[in-house]
């Protein structure tokens, strides 16, 4: 009877391993704090231990409950055994997010967002207070205090993002190369910045980063659980050991394929099916990229050397999407309007793609960071300071490697090493 109980919560109800789990040892503990509360009256009753010894036939309420006790036992059991299997697994998380991610692909996501909701909204800033007294230091030619060194203020870059609060801060918004052998060249390939993108949190920084697509080109690869099946790809976990002396960044993918339901295209393999009007960062076998509204069929076509999707543009014709306050979809765990850690990746009318994150933003802040950026199409990547990466490295060999933003949790040495997560790189061409 016990099994029957179990087997119908399972393949009837099916709440996952982690909820069922969660639900079973609740119930054995109030089983417990029952037994012990009637284990108490009856001494008190009888004055002795002897009233303790159970006499006769067990009643029906008896039965039902020892029924509901083993199931409950096996339950747990079943949980740990699952849970064991999940922190045992090939994974270089730690391991409370190892713990969390469990919680979350078993049926327990409702519960971890409930809680990430109060920890976020808890812990939200304050609007106003003092601003930054200055940026920290970005790229090659960024210091002291933001000042450049006086033949690399006489590079004409891009035009710098303009300041948002005035009065502004030196450099800010000024890019930055991100290797010394670009340092005086007018075109690198990759060019980074901060500022501070909004005037009622006056100490919360953007990091921007613009990547040129004509002398740099990007690659997918899958990470060790995301997306699964990645191994199927043929491609590794890290950056290639070979191809890093041509290494200029890293960054961070978009939600799990699962969670956002989007495609994955990589190494000649469909990972994950393309649906149609996602936001996808597109690239061709001739090095082209794009963020684009996807209106092709399941599989890319020839031309394509990877495609990633995760929800829609959130930047489209230079106008944040008017969606963007409506619904759960700009992040499954925590929501829209939390204000956490996101990423975005997006395209300039240049073709050029711009990188940006922050910390404490809506999906509406980050749409807007990306617009005053320049951008005319970006879809939004993954969100939470566990998950949200910018690295660039100094040196050709992926030598000194250093965080877009020092707030981002992960080391700059991340993707150097099997993860995870799928991820893009960025080499020089």
């Given amino acids: ?16 391993i982690a909820l069922a789990g969660l639900t079973a040892g609740l119930l054995l503990a109030a089983r417990l704090v029952a037994a012990r509360g009637l284990r108490m009256r009856r001494r008190i009753r009888t004055g002795s231990r002897r009233g303790l010894r159970r006499r006769g036939r067990a009643s029906p309420l008896q039965r039902s409950v020892a029924i509901a006790t083993t199931a409950a036992a096996a339950t747990v059991l079943l949980a740990l055994f699952s849970y064991g299997a999940a922190l045992t697994a090939r994974s270089n998380s730690s391991l409370g997010i190892r713990s969390v991610e469990w919680l979350r692909g078993n049926g327990a996501a409702w519960l971890v967002s409930d809680i990430e909701r109060l920890y976020y909204s808890v812990n939200a800033p304050s609007k106003g207070g003092p601003t930054l007294k200055r940026l920290p230091s970005v790229g090659v030619g960024s210091e002291p205090a933001g000042r450049l060194r006086p033949q690399v203020a006489e590079v004409q870059r891009p035009k710098a993002i303009t300041p948002v609060i005035r009065p502004a801060l030196p450099s800010e918004g000024s890019w930055h190369a991100t290797q010394s052998r670009y340092a005086s060249q007018p075109d690198p390939p990759v060019l980074v910045t901060t500022y501070r993108p909004d005037p009622s949190y006056p100490r919360v920084l953007a990091g921007v980063a613009r990547i040129d697509p004509r002398r740099a080109t990007v690659a997918l690869y899958p990470g060790i659980q995301e997306p699964p099946g990645g191994a199927a790809s043929g491609l590794p976990s890290d950056v290639p050991a070979g191809s890093r002396k041509r290494l200029l960044a890293t960054f961070n993918s978009g939600f799990k394929p699962s969670d956002a339901s989007a495609g994955f295209f990589a190494g000649g393999h469909l990972l994950e099916p393309m649906r149609p009007g996602l936001a996808t960062l597109v690239g061709t076998r001739s090095g082209k990229v794009d963020v684009v509204s996807w209106s092709g069929g399941q599989r890319p076509g020839g031309d394509v050397a990877f495609a990633r999707q995760n929800l829609p543009l959130i930047v489209n014709h230079g106008q944040p999407n008017p969606n963007l306050s409506d ?84 080391p700059a040495q991340r993707y150097l090493t099997p993860d995870d997560r799928d991820f893009f790189a960025v080499f020089a061409r």
Avoid: C, Q
Avoid at 1 to 16: K, Q, T, Y
């Fill in 1 to 16: 009877m016990s099994g029957a109980l179990l087997a119908a919560v399972m393949l009837v109800l099916r709440p996952g």
């Fill in 327 to 410: 619904g759960p979809e700009w992040g499954t765990t925590v929501g829209n309007s939390t204000m956490v850690w996101r990423s975005a990746v997006g395209v300039d009318r240049h073709g050029d793609l711009l990188y940006a994150a922050a910390d404490y933003r809506t999906v509406r802040g980050l749409a807007d960071i990306l617009i005053h950026a320049g951008a005319v199409r970006a879809m939004e990547l993954d969100i939470n300071s566990y998950w949200v990466t910018f690295n660039t490295y100094g040196n050709p060999g992926a030598a000194h490697p250093k965080k877009l933003l020092v707030g981002m949790d992960r």
